[in-house]
């Protein structure tokens, strides 16, 4: 059974720093970060490919958000510095087997999300 949990959420301050970290227990995937604003559509942030070979961030994020895994405990972390009040969303640790991808329709798997919120 697959299962993904996520941790390390919750209020900062503009220009500060959250650090994600997603746990997948039942296989090895690749990886992605999403994230979901009130009355948005769910939208790509990160993803990194089942040995961590390869990563992609998407442009808003690039140069403030860094996408990694460890593979001895099969997680991902998401290290997020600079960060804005447009960044406040709920975040959702995806997987999928085989490459990583860039739409959210892609992955199987996902966790139960976790808030992230970013006051100016």
């Known amino acids: 059974q697959v299962q993904l949990v996520e941790s390390g959420g919750g209020l900062v301050q503009a220009g500060g720093s959250l650090r994600l970290s997603c746990a997948a227990s039942g296989g090895t995937f690749s990886m992605g970060w999403f994230r979901q604003a009130p009355r948005k559509e769910r939208e790509f942030v990160a993803a990194i490919n089942w040995n961590g070979t390869s990563t992609d961030l998407a442009d808003s994020v690039k140069g403030r958000f860094t996408i990694s895994r460890d593979k001895s405990k099969n997680t991902i972390d998401l290290q997020m510095n600079s960060l804005k009040p447009e960044d406040t969303a709920v975040y959702y640790c995806?997987?999928?087997?085989?490459?990583?991808?860039?739409?959210?329709?892609?992955?199987?798997?996902w966790g139960q999300g976790t808030q992230v919120t970013v006051s100016s």
């Open positions: 995806a997987a999928r087997y085989g490459s990583m991808q860039y739409v959210a329709g892609m992955y199987k798997y």
